[in-house]
Nanobody, 129 residues
Framework: QVQLVESGGGLAQIGGSLRLSCAAS?????????MAWFRQAPGKEREFVAA????????NYSNSVKGRFTLSRDNANNTMYLQMNSLQLEDTAVYYC?????????????????????WGQGTQVTVSS
């Protein structure tokens, strides 16, 4: 059983920053070897943001957030983070944390939601002008 709980969402202005957290609890640490952030805006499909492996030496970002967002994880505290800088209106979405035991396949640098078995409930990020 894996539980993922996101926090840190809220309201930010264009150009501002937010830091999301995903706290993981599981009976087996291997269940969260691979972790990722996805987001979903109203009326749109869930889209890939960033993903990493257990050691953090492999991290992938979508082109839309590359250079602005930074994913990191603290395995000692079972927590993953997403530092979001230079926020833009199009970053407004519900952000979801995801985890899986196995490495996802990446297509053009993007992982798909179906590759992850475990999901959090999401946290809302709203960017305003």
């Amino acid at each position: 059983q894996v539980q993922l709980v996101e926090s840190g969402g809220g309201l930010a202005q264009i150009g501002g920053s937010l830091r999301l957290s995903c706290a993981a609890s599981s009976e087996q640490s291997s269940s969260t070897k691979e972790m990722a952030w996805f987001r979903q805006a109203p009326g749109k499909e869930r889209e890939f943001v960033a993903a990493t492996n257990w050691s953090g030496d492999r991290t992938n970002y979508s082109n839309s957030v590359k250079g602005r967002f930074t994913l990191s994880r603290d395995n000692a505290n079972n927590t993953m983070y997403l530092q979001m800088n230079s926020l833009q209106l199009e970053d407004t979405a519900v952000y979801y944390c995801a985890a899986d035991q196995f490495r996802p396949r990446f297509f053009n640098g993007i992982a798909y939601p179906g590759a992850y078995d475990y999901w959090g409930q999401g946290t809302q990020v709203t960017v305003s002008s």
